[in-house]
């Protein structure tokens, strides 16, 4: 059953949120100072970004790659809060670079994205309508922010600061990228849970 564009604009929409988390390592590398005018750049590149991944988790549910019902729900409840709480951070950052706000928000969004994608993963998973590694893209999604908060702690516990925090950030995006790439030429999904169900 071919897939409708409205909803391979989802898939669409967070290959292109995981691109631009790719484009901001650049940024990070080399002019990551707060001073720099291209820092202002980074945050509105990552604020940008967060708007499109949100098509990430409204794809799932819209293609029907997890099981309707009160994980995809979840998931999704919590996924999307994390992005705007994310948005919200990085606005805090351009708009009150003095202000705790960001510091707060950005975390924030972090864990809420990382456990709504956990639960949303688990969900398609058990659902069984991806095939292969497919079905291991949105969990990978959740878990690869899990292993980069290890790597990033690990330096601040042994108090040797954290410079490569921003640019793991940015790694994230090869996640977003791998599940926007299978939301825009899967049709397995629709196929198996038609979108009307009688």
């Not at 729900?73 to 996924?79: D, I, S, V």
């Not at 670079?97 to 998973?125: C, D, K, N």
């Not at 292969?132 to 790597?151: E, K």
């Amino acid at each position: 059953m071919p897939v409708s564009p409205r909803v391979r604009l989802f898939g669409l929409l967070c290959l292109i949120g995981g691109s631009l988390q790719l484009c901001d390592l650049p940024l990070d590398v080399w002019w990551s100072a707060p001073t720099s005018p291209i820092h202002a750049v980074a945050l509105g590149i990552w604020g940008l970004a967060n708007i499109a991944l949100m098509g990430g988790p409204i794809g799932i549910v819209a293609y029907r790659l997890v099981p309707s019902g009160g994980r995809a729900m979840a998931g999704a409840g919590l996924t999307l809060p994390g992005n705007l709480s994310q948005i919200a951070g990085m606005l805090c950052y351009l708009l009150l670079p003095r202000s705790a706000s960001g510091q707060v928000l950005t975390p924030l969004g972090g864990i809420l994205i990382t456990l709504g994608m956990l639960v949303l993963g688990m969900a398609t998973l058990s659902g069984k309508r991806l095939p292969g590694w497919r079905a291991w893209t949105p969990l990978l999604v959740g878990l690869s922010f899990l292993v980069q908060l290890v790597v990033i702690q690990v330096p601040f516990f042994l108090r040797r600061g954290l410079p490569l925090f921003a640019p793991l950030l940015d790694l994230w995006g090869l996640f977003w990228v791998l599940l926007g790439l299978v939301m825009v030429w899967s049709e397995t999904g629709p196929a198996q849970a038609p979108l009307v169900q009688t």
